[in-house]
């Protein structure tokens, strides 16, 4: 009877039974999908992650090959498992300061810039999609059309899924969300995302003294505690649009409504083109298409810590 090795952690929260769950299954090189699939279903957490270990040589130059179900499907990408399981490889090695996936997306590193487990991962670089109507988000999402700001339009931003970043004015109306999750789903793949995922400045400094801001995504059957990769989207879409500063780390709190409180911790930088440098410098108007156009957001970082929850064993036939 094959025996796994599994974790089970708390990702992007100091505090166990907060943040968002996450199963790591070990050294399940050989494992079918369908198996892989099986176990995830198991577990029945949002996500489990299969470790496939490969020769030392490998993994330095490619990454630890890591690869991420739901209970429905396997995911290319997803923000809390990518730092989870490079969290729980970390404990095996704690004086590595990094750690490198090979997910079906690519390699993403997560650095470790201190002892502990507060990890930081390096996303792929955002594509910028369709704007979206903000009288249909309103219909779809339970809003209203003056909870939205007329500058700042919904936009589809992926930096590996896909999500309807929207910006709402306040937090009193994000606690108004409810997606009509039915006739979103295809409305929004019709659009290139998956899902929406919606915050609000917290008109308050966060941890340490960062601007605050909180977010909120449900789904089919609940409401996720922590969105890695739609927080990689959202920090590109608010430094693409000025709403953040080049370089500027936010801190980004989700998950309050369920009683699962996140922090994540993000940070992007803006590119811009010679020709945009030269008209901010002479203070010529910029517009938006100008500087969509001109400019290139990269270096997408979101942080936070993990903790160790339980480990044991899987048996089986």
């Not at 490619?62 to 990518?82: C, D, M």
């Not at 606690?175 to 019709?190: C, D, I, K, M, P």
């Not at 370089?247 to 699962?260: A, W």
Request: charged share 20%.
């Amino acid at each position: 009877m094959p025996e796994l090795d599994y974790f089970v952690v708390d990702v992007f929260t100091g505090t166990a039974l907060a943040g968002n769950p996450l199963a790591v299954v070990m050294n399940t090189a050989g494992l079918s999908t369908e198996r892989m699939q099986a176990i995830a279903r198991e577990f029945n957490l949002s996500e489990t992650t299969f470790v496939e270990r490969r020769p030392a040589e490998v993994e330095q130059a490619e990454g630890v090959r890591v690869r991420i179900f739901t209970t429905q499907e396997e995911l290319n990408f997803a923000g809390h498992p990518t730092l989870g399981t490079a969290s729980v490889l970390r404990l095996a090695t704690p004086d590595v300061p990094q750690v490198t996936l090979a997910l079906n997306v690519g390699p993403v590193p997560v650095r470790f810039p201190a002892d502990g487990l507060f990890g930081e991962m390096t996303q792929r670089d955002p594509e910028f999609g369709v704007e979206i109507d903000p009288a249909e988000v309103a219909r779809l999402t339970g809003l209203a059309a003056q909870d939205f700001y007329p500058e700042f339009p919904p936009q589809v931003v992926s930096t590996g899924t896909a999500f309807a970043i929207v910006l709402l004015k306040s937090v009193e109306a994000l606690a108004r969300l409810r997606v009509n999750q039915q006739e979103a789903t295809a409305w929004l793949r019709g659009r290139g995302a998956r899902w929406f995922y919606v915050l609000a400045d917290a008109g308050a400094t966060g941890d340490g003294g960062l601007r605050a801001f909180r977010a909120r995504m449900q789904f089919h059957g609940g409401e996720d505690p922590a969105t890695g990769s739609a927080a990689g989207c959202a920090i590109a879409y608010l430094v693409q649009r000025g709403v953040a500063a080049s370089g500027e780390r936010v801190h980004l709190r989700q998950g309050l409504e369920i009683g699962r409180p996140s922090d994540l911790f993000l940070a992007a930088r803006l590119e811009l083109s010679s020709e945009l440098r030269l008209l901010f410098e002479a203070r010529e108007t910029v517009t938006q298409s100008h500087l969509t156009a001109e400019s290139r957001v990269t270096d997408v970082r979101v942080g936070g810590s993990t903790v160790l929850v339980a480990k044991g064993r899987l048996f089986l036939p």
